[in-house]
């Protein structure tokens, strides 16, 4: 063994230091863009659901009029903007499986079973127009 190999004086781990030092700084995730939005219903059973079902880290619950009241008061711009951003112990939910706009569905799905009239969002123009300016080009 040559004094190359050999750890420096103090450390504890040579393997653990050499792992720090090399880790992964990102991940790359491929999604399919063209694949249908989910539903409202559908997001908060798959990303809401451990925490707005019971309240967890004082998630308003899915259903309680009174919890929800305040927070529909603000609009659901706002609401949406949490949702995305974070609030309290809820982490942000961009960037995440769903879609920015598949977030607002669920918020606009809770808000709706205590009582708001929330519109959900719709699908972002440029996807959405992107057929009709295809068949308006090739006309």
Not at 7 to 15: L, T
Not at 28 to 35: E, F, G, L, P, Y
Request: glycine share 12%.
């Amino acid at each position: 063994m040559t004094s190359a190999n050999q750890p420096s004086a103090g450390a504890v781990d040579a393997e653990k230091a050499v792992a720090q030092r090399i880790q992964k700084v990102g991940t790359v995730a491929i999604r399919d863009a063209n694949r249908p939005l989910k539903s409202g219903e559908e997001v908060y059973k798959a990303q809401c659901v451990a925490c707005h079902a019971t309240g967890k880290a004082g998630a308003p619950k899915f259903g309680d009029a009174g919890a929800w009241a305040p927070r529909i008061k603000t609009g659901f711009e706002a609401l949406w903007q949490s949702a995305l951003k974070g609030k309290g112990a809820m982490g942000a939910q961009a960037g995440g499986d769903f879609e920015d706009v598949e977030i607002g569905k669920a918020v606009a799905y809770m808000t709706t079973a205590v009582g708001g009239k929330f519109a959900e969002p719709a699908a972002p123009a440029a996807a959405a127009s992107a057929p009709e300016a295809a068949a308006t080009a090739a006309k």
